[in-house]
């Protein structure tokens, strides 16, 4: 478990419930962020369309290690260099819209929790982070 300094700017999904911030993604509230429809970035309710963003293999797998998002929580988190529970942020993340998702729960103790989009809208790649 690493634990980073920055809790005023670090994604609701990357909190412990006592407040402490990690580099990865937190895997309780990566449940509750789908079990609750809320964003992995802001923690608020989410509406349709949903945002899932991560690195190029993830959006061609289908996968996403990071919870849900609003659209413009993942455009501003990817703006603010965030990694997202990447071990670093890639050179370039897909933005997936989406209608829907399925949380997709590990098979095996200590396995990450991954969300699968189900209704597709759109793939945008977004531009790295401004210097």
Not at 58 to 80: K, M, N, Q, R, S
Not at 94 to 112: I, K, M, N, Q, S
């Amino acid at each position: 478990m690493t634990v980073v300094d920055d809790a005023a700017t670090a994604p609701f999904a990357c909190q412990d419930d006592d407040g402490l911030v990690h580099a990865a993604v937190v895997k309780s509230r990566a449940i509750r962020c789908a079990l609750s429809r809320i964003c992995g970035v802001c923690g608020e309710v989410l509406a349709r369309p949903i945002a899932f963003l991560g690195p190029e293999n993830e959006a061609l797998d289908g996968l996403f290690t990071f919870p849900p998002t609003h659209v413009t929580c993942a455009h501003e988190a990817i703006e603010a260099g965030t990694s997202l529970g990447q071990p670093e942020p890639p050179r370039t993340w897909l933005v997936v819209t989406t209608g829907g998702f399925d949380l997709v729960r590990p098979t095996r103790r200590g396995d990450p929790v991954l969300f699968h989009p189900n209704s597709v809208i759109d793939t945008t790649p977004s531009p790295p982070p401004s210097p």
